[in-house]
């Protein structure tokens, strides 16, 4: 299984969207909230450029915004 991590903020709908879509497929992922956490918000702004969430990292693949096909191809999940 490939290292997934989420940058995310409380309020954010497509980040709920993002773990929902981790839950059903069984994608193990670890979370971090940056409205909470400031180091975490800086490391995700350095590395997507963006200060929008979610920033989700699968391995080194940087996605910004909830991207299902993309996350399904990087995954390896079959479409439902």
Known sequence: MKSVSIYTTETCGYCKMAKEFFHKNNV???EFDVGKDLA?????????????VPVI???????????KPKLQELLNIVAA
């Not at 975490?40 to 929008?52: A, H, L, V, Y």
């Not at 990292?57 to 991207?67: A, C, H, L, R, W």
């Open 57 to 67: 990292m699968v391995e080194s693949d940087i996605i910004v915004g909830f991207n």
């Open 40 to 52: 975490k918000r800086q490391e995700m702004i350095e590395k997507s450029g963006q200060m929008g």
């Open 28 to 30: 193990e992922f670890q």
